[in-house]
């Protein structure tokens, strides 16, 4: 279980793997295999030290798929997690001492971050991963070293993106209606949006375009469809 | 000149800051103490081995203020370079002998930026810094390590925040000219706008309210004055 001499012990990566269903965001926790002594299940965000020789990309990449299987997913770097202490939390002594080589090196964890429709990943589970799931965000439980706070960097990250205008194009159909889209909004700001208030947004919206035509094969009145466009530089 | 036993070789910080002088934008370097061998100059960003005991940002003040002996600056991290070849190049090699315990370490950098008015910052030098001084953005000559990447990836966040109208409140005086709001984004992007199309963007921007004042004192004919308001959140 310990790691190779190739292992750099004093940096990690740690991946937040958000998944959109349409109603709710999600993310994607691995549970820990048990290190023996242990009895309480331990939660975490899939991640793991760096290899001597590897980018801290492909680190993540690499990470990733084998903790989750998952791979091919655009990871974008957000955060460097450094705090002296981060690793030092009593919870995490026996995951250490089984795992780890050094488990009282500092270790300074990169972040990244995606955003996927969650129905094209189905994770499975690797290395340490004894299982790998989507969780509602509004129900995660007590989790590894920082992930809580890690996760909690990367919503507001995510926050800040939407509130710029720049994710969504590949979350919803090619065409598709304000409800949808104003579903995805609610599932990221985690809150109910005005329907009026938020028609009147999009209408601001340089990269959300109105077509000519209506949604088929619905038994209600058929709602106006949309699509996204390419941001125009503004200046 | 090697550091203490307290220094963790594997992680540094790096600082890039930026100064507005009304007209250009310029970055800090320092020039670094010869290793006594080299005869050439070298140049580099504030940068040092962050301390096993202090988080991140506790280090990237410390080591800009040991370095140019500025402090006080809101400093936000941008990003972490880890690339495992980024301090082995052979210009480094005598330098990484002189100041470093292990200079075959890899050293993954937290880089870390700021933007200043430059006439309320003069740098000073310290530590393994002979000098410091602004340097225009277009004259920017080889640096060490992987510092002209780092800057480069620093402007290229620079550009995004303004294009998403986040900088500039403090950079220009309460009450301004579109010429004056004009050279600062002409300093960031780095290119001539033209007016005509400047003053019609301005004119979208929720975040530049016009007053109902001129200048005074000017023998020219007056212009009028803008200032920034807060961005409202649009959902």
Redesign the interface.
């Known amino acids: 279980m310990k790691p190779s001499s190739n292992i ?1 012990p ?2 990690s990566v740690d991946c937040v793997i958000f998944g959109f269903d349409e109603n709710k965001l999600k993310v994607l926790l691995i549970e820990q295999k048990h290190p023996g002594k242990e009895v309480k299940r331990r939660f975490a965000l899939p991640g793991d030290l ?1 290899y ?5 990309d492909q ?1 993540a990449g690499r990470v990733l798929e084998e903790l989750t299987c998952l791979k091919g997913l655009f990871l974008r ?1 957000f ?2 997690f ?3 202490h981060r690793a030092s939390s009593e919870k995490d002594r026996d995951w250490l001492e089984t795992y780890r080589t050094k488990p009282d090196a ?1 270790v ?1 964890s ?1 972040a990244y971050y995606s955003l996927v429709k969650m129905e094209e990943y189905q994770p499975g589970a690797g290395s340490f991963a004894a299982s790998s799931s989507w969780y509602d965000i509004n129900e995660i439980p007590e989790l590894a070293f920082d992930h809580n706070l890690i996760l909690e960097k990367a919503l507001a990250c995510l926050r800040e993106e939407i ?2 205008d720049r994710i969504g194009s590949d979350l919803l159909p090619k065409k598709f209606t304000l409800s949808q889209l104003q579903r995805l ?1 609610e599932a990221i ?1 985690d809150r109910p ?1 005005d329907k009026r ?2 028609r009147k ?1 999009v209408k ?1 919206m340089d990269h959300i375009r109105p077509l000519d035509e209506r949604q088929t094969g619905v038994s209600h009145k058929p709602a106006q469809l949309f699509r996204f466009v390419q941001n125009k ?3």
């Open positions: 750099n004093h940096v760096v001597e020789d590897e980018g801290l680190a770097q955060y460097a450094g705090d002296p500092r300074i990169i509130s710029y909004y700001l949006l208030n938020f947004a601001k530089k503004r200046i």
